[in-house]
C-alpha cells in the first residue's frame, strides 16, 4: 500500500505514552534515511546531552510523525534494530517496522494561504506574562497556524507546552494591509515540529469573533 512517506522527509520519533504531551516531551527530531518494502530507517538529529537510547529499545512501540507538504502523517509501528553513530553527539539510526497505513492529520474549516510572516504573541492569560515572536505558516478567515522557537530542546518544548495550553488567550500583532494593530485568538492545539537542528511550537489558533472589517482585510489579503 502506497503513503506519503518518502526519503529525507523530515519527522518526529516519539515513544508510546499515556498523553501527547508526555510522549512529545521525549521526542526526538530525524528525517527518513531509508525506504524499503517492509521497513524504514530513520537517522536521528544531533542531540548532545540527550540521552534517548533506552526510550526507544528493539521491540518496543513507537509514534512517528512526517512532516508533508500540506499536512502531518502520523503513525505507530515497532523498533526493528538501531545502530549508534556518534555517541557524543546522540546520534543514531533507527530501523522500523515500515506501516501499512498513516493517518492525515489535518482539519480545516476555512481555506487557507500558505505565508512565512513575522508575528508578536502576546499571552493574556490570567497568571502570565509572555511576549514572544514567531512566524505564521499558513492564515485563514477563521485563524491561523505560526511557530515559535527555532532548534528547541526536548525539555524546553514540554515547557512551551505547558505554557501555551489549548484555551490560552493570545494578543496577535501582524503586519497586513488595513489590519488592526491587534488581533485575540485561542489557542486550539499546540504541537511540536521539526526543524533543522531542533524542535518548534506549532500553535493553532482561532480568532476570537473578530470585526467586519478585520475579516475583511483577510480575505482580501488571502485571495
Not at 514572544?132 to 515559535?148: A, Q
Request: charged residues 20%.
Amino acid at each position: 500500500m502506497s503513503t506519503p512517506l518518502h526519503t529525507k522527509q523530515d519527522a518526529l520519533l516519539m515513544p508510546v505514552r499515556d498523553t501527547r504531551e508526555q510522549a512529545t516531551a521525549e521526542a526526538i527530531p530525524a528525517y527518513i534515511q531509508q525506504l524499503e518494502r517492509t521497513t524504514l530507517t530513520l537517522q536521528t538529529d544531533p542531540q548532545p546531552g540527550v540521552h534517548y537510547w533506552d526510550t526507544f529499545p528493539v521491540g518496543g512501540s513507537v509514534v512517528v510523525e512526517a512532516k508533508g507538504a500540506d499536512a502531518i502523517y502520523r503513525f505507530e509501528t515497532r523498533v526493528l534494530d538501531r545502530v549508534r553513530l556518534r555517541s557524543n553527539l546522540q546520534e543514531y539510526q533507527i530501523t522500523l517496522m515500515r506501516p501499512r497505513w498513516v493517518v492525515k492529520v489535518q482539519r480545516r474549516r476555512h481555506p487557507r494561504l500558505a505565508i512565512s510572516l513575522p508575528i508578536s504573541i502576546e499571552c493574556l492569560t490570567a497568571g502570565q506574562n509572555l511576549l514572544r515572536t514567531g512566524v505564521v505558516d499558513n492564515l485563514s478567515e477563521g485563524g491561523v497556524s505560526l511557530h515559535i522557537g527555532d532548534a528547541l530542546s526536548p525539555h524546553q518544548i514540554a515547557d512551551w507546552q505547558h505554557r501555551f495550553v489549548p484555551g490560552t488567550t493570545l494578543r496577535l500583532r501582524l503586519n497586513l494591509p488595513n489590519l488592526p494593530s491587534h488581533l485575540l485568538a485561542r489557542v486550539c492545539a499546540a504541537e511540536t515540529m521539526v526543524v533543522r537542528g531542533g524542535l518548534a511550537l506549532r500553535l493553532g489558533c482561532a480568532f476570537l469573533s473578530p470585526a467586519l472589517n478585520e475579516q475583511e482585510a483577510i480575505l482580501r489579503y488571502i485571495a
